[in-house]
């Protein structure tokens, strides 16, 4: 590989589709040996991958895309601390699960100081990346799950003081908000009550809201400005178990499917 070129995957766990990634990981490195077992080691984890061999275009995808995981190359100098940096200051990119290729234990130590969270010391092996990427799938998933959007049509009322309540359907639902679909507009910066029910286990939602975004299609985007601490750990847990159903995870875990 050469150049500043990009190389997407879709291969992972056998026959996974695209639907049932956990997450995209990106590996900026210009060495083709710890590329290729990181990229199988990836790939059994359900992880789309990218590879850039220059820091440059591993920026460029930062700042157009989320990214579950980030492997920086520490052989890649002071652009490797600058690129983490860059990770760490993106918007939607800054709670990544960032790992370091080092090729010594005080190389280590400054890229975990610098904002990695794991590291990966050469000489690498295959084992040794599984093994550290077993003990970060939790991170990763729960990274996965921050920003996952689940695709649901319920029943949905919105309302702000003294206004009549506007009747809808749901189009998604996250943990920091939801899309509907209402008859009425809403005006973007407008603060409503949102209530809807989750189904399977039920789950009854009511939150206050901030009207973010419209379309011509005539549906709303809402951010949560305010969901009691006991209905957003209701939110969060019925989240988890959507997207464990759609990986194929076991509900009480989020341990990996398969072991390496």
């Given amino acids: 590989m050469s150049g500043d070129s990009i190389r997407s995957s879709s291969r992972s766990m056998g026959n996974t589709s695209i639907e049932k990634f956990v997450g995209t990981a990106l590996i900026a490195s210009e ?21 850039c061999t220059k820091v440059l275009a591993a920026s460029d995808r930062v700042k157009r895309r989320k990214l579950e995981v980030v492997v920086i190359d520490f052989a890649l100098g002071d652009q490797a601390t600058f690129f983490l940096g860059q990770v760490r200051g993106s918007l939607s990119n800054r709670t990544a699960v960032i790992f370091a290729i080092t090729n010594s234990s005080e190389e280590t130590a400054r890229a975990l100081k610098s904002g990695a969270g794991f590291a990966l010391e050469r000489p690498l092996t295959i084992e040794s990346i599984r093994h550290t990427l077993k003990a970060a799938y939790r991170l990763i998933v729960r990274e996965r799950r921050r ?37 009425t507009p809403l005006m973007p910066g407008t603060e409503v009550t949102a209530q809807f029910t989750l189904p399977v286990p039920n789950v009854s939602i009511k939150a206050e809201c901030r009207v973010c975004w419209t379309n011509d299609k005539g549906e709303t985007g809402l951010s949560f400005l305010f969901l009691p601490s006991d209905l957003g750990s209701q939110l969060q847990a019925w989240l988890s178990q959507q997207l464990n159903e759609q990986l194929g995870m076991p509900q009480t875990s989020d341990a990996p499917t398969q072991s390496g």
Avoid at 32 to 49: D, F, H, P, Q
Avoid at 155 to 162: F, L, R, Y
């Fill in 31 to 51: 060495d083709a040996i710890a590329m290729r077992l990181l990229v199988e080691a990836l790939e059994e984890l359900a992880l789309s991958v990218e590879v």
């Fill in 147 to 183: 920003y996952f959007r689940y695709q649901i049509s319920v029943p949905a009322a919105s309302s702000n003081k003294g206004a009549h309540v506007i009747f809808g359907k749901t189009v998604n639902v996250s943990e920091r908000g939801m899309a509907v679909s209402t008859s």
